[in-house]
């Protein structure tokens, strides 16, 4: 440790008259690295996508492709690709694929039969994906039962925590199937040649929704947090968000929120695209297509309006402690933000991803105000502030695709319809310069002789910052009473404070502080000049 500290001062010495500052502080931006088509030329468009810590998954209807996305982040590398047989030898020998998520080591693949004049088939096919080589032909190692009705052609969708896989049928009632998908699971259904059966099924049609409403019109959004399952229902009349106490053998349904409900029936569905739970925020971002006009009340008197797109932000903290199945107690609406567009020009958000204090949405539709990434600030979950979007790349996007977004370090992975895998950085000030702040009384605090205080620091990364706090005293070039301490900012920070310790000085006229990225390159982040009060 001596030799370290040595080390430190040797290199603070060197930098004291040479460095000031190395980053400012700012906003963040979203910037465009690249795009990949699709290695195929078929022209398929691309229809969802997700991440793992190594690769990335982009589905084409009829076959995933794999990109490592873990040695050149920026420039993922094509790998391989997976298709779902059907065992038959004409033009459906693979199955349509619609949603896919990673989860753990597996890759969870929602397919359904592409040929209603073949037996329908309905189920969640798993793939062991914890290493790919190039080339590699990849096979599905479990699936599950099939779930659905009869012949439809209609896809499932899903969503998998905690171990545990919720499965429903698009546009169909039924109910919610439960899978145990845990590795021991699985690795038992691969070892005996058996399809995973479901623990639990919850017809929802007397389970307190509306009859027949399930997850009609409505995909993609359901999402699973402990004792907690949270799901929209749909139709042409309402747009509606459940939260449903699960633990146990239960399905209870504890509060509901009607985001839209109609008078009269609107030309197409009201539906919404994502929806995700962070603690005790729950977020929905809503997608109805053209034609759907609000009518609501004021002043008593009945108005209409068309109704916007947007992500909508609930606090279910009251919902999860008090609501019951007899007693239900509806999500606290806190803000809607609507990125732009109006319903009428069928403009949709069609994907959304959370990243701390952070929320990333996929714009979709005919106007070019809406085929972008948008990124705001939700910090303040009753007024988020956008930060910034990318308007100017031009994408393409796919209506009834999932464009799902994922986040790993600086880089926001996505997808578009004939532009394949999207590639954006968080670029700006990942992590911005520190501030050394009042403390209990003053810039300038004294105690004991020793500096006190906090620094603050921003992170737009998707992954925790680690870094090290330097502070010294020095007149001139002498440095003295060198102090370190580690400190970790989580993901998606917009301003985590670090409180400090008895840092510095009993001597000296100034202080250097100083924030560097770790022990071993012992890059500087930033640095900060103080004059204590003698």
């Known amino acids: 440790m001596l030799k370290r500290i040595m080390g430190i001062v040797l290199i603070i010495g060197i930098m004291v008259t040479g460095l000031v500052t190395v980053s400012a502080d700012g ?16 022209g398929a468009s691309a229809l969802d996508m997700c991440i793992s810590e190594k690769y990335a998954f982009v589905n084409y209807g009829d076959w995933i492709e794999v990109y490592d996305i873990q040695t050149t982040p920026k420039a993922p590398v094509y790998l391989t690709n997976i298709q779902v047989p059907t065992g038959r030898t004409d033009n459906c020998a693979y199955m349509d694929l619609y949603q896919i998520e990673v989860y753990g080591n ?67 009632p039924g109910g919610f199937y439960f899978f145990d998908v845990s590795s021991a699971t699985i690795n038992s259904a691969m070892e005996s040649g058996t399809k995973l059966q479901y ?49 146990g053998d239960g399905f209870n349904i504890i509060g509901t929120y009607n985001i839209s409900e109609y008078s009269t029936a609107v030309s197409t569905a009201t539906s919404a695209k994502a929806i995700d739970v962070v603690g005790n925020h729950l977020y929905v971002a809503t997608c109805r297509t053209a034609g759907a006009v609000l009518s609501y009340e004021e002043n008593g008197e009945t108005k209409t309006k068309n109704e916007k797109n947007g992500l909508y932000i609930f606090d279910v903290s009251a919902t999860k402690s008090t609501g019951t199945a007899a007693t239900p107690v509806a999500p606290a609406l806190l803000s809607t933000t609507l990125p732009g567009g109006t319903i009428n020009d069928n403009s949709r958000i ?11 949405l996929w714009g979709s539709g005919n106007t070019s105000s809406m085929k972008r990434m948008f990124m705001y600030d939700i910090s303040d979950k009753t007024a988020p502030v956008l930060m910034d979007d990318t308007r100017e790349d031009g994408l393409t996007t796919s209506p009834g695709a999932f464009h799902s977004i994922a986040l790993k370090g600086s880089q926001v992975y996505s997808c578009a319809k004939t532009n394949g895998l999207l590639v954006h950085s968080v670029t700006g000030n990942e992590v911005t310069t520190p501030e050394i702040l009042k403390g209990t009384v003053s810039l300038d605090y004294l105690e004991n002789d020793n500096l006190k205080g906090q620094i603050t620091v921003k992170n737009y990364s998707a992954e925790p910052y680690e870094g090290v706090l330097i502070i010294a005293y020095y007149e001139g070039n002498k440095l003295g009473d060198v102090k370190t301490k580690n400190v970790s900012v989580p993901a998606g920070s917009k301003a985590a404070v670090v409180t400090t310790d008895e840092l510095a000085v009993s001597n000296g006229t100034r202080v250097k502080a100083m924030l560097w990225n770790g022990w071993t390159t012992l890059q500087p982040i930033s640095m900060k000049e103080i004059v204590p009060v003698q």
Do not use: W
């Open 350 to 360: 069609e994907g959304m991803a959370i990243n701390g204090d952070y929320a990333y």
């Open 106 to 172: 597996y890759l969870f693949v929602e397919c359904h039969s592409k040929d209603l004049n073949y037996i329908s088939e309905h189920y969640i096919a798993i793939f062991d994906v914890s290493t790919i080589a190039k080339d590699q032909v990849l096979t599905v190692v479990a699936r599950t039962q099939d779930v659905g009705n009869g012949n439809e052609k209609d896809q499932l969708v899903f969503c998998v925590n905690n171990d545990v896989l919720v499965v429903a049928q698009y546009r169909k």
């Open 199 to 247: 623990n639990k099924h919850v017809d929802t049609t007397t389970a307190g929704c509306a009859s027949g409403e399930l997850v009609g019109y409505v995909y993609g959004t359901c999402c699973l947090d402990g004792n907690y399952f949270y799901y929209t229902i749909g139709s042409k009349t309402r747009l509606a968000v459940c939260v449903a106490d699960v633990s």
């Open 27 to 42: 906003n963040p931006a979203l910037t465009l690295e690249t795009t990949i088509a699709s290695q195929n030329s078929s």
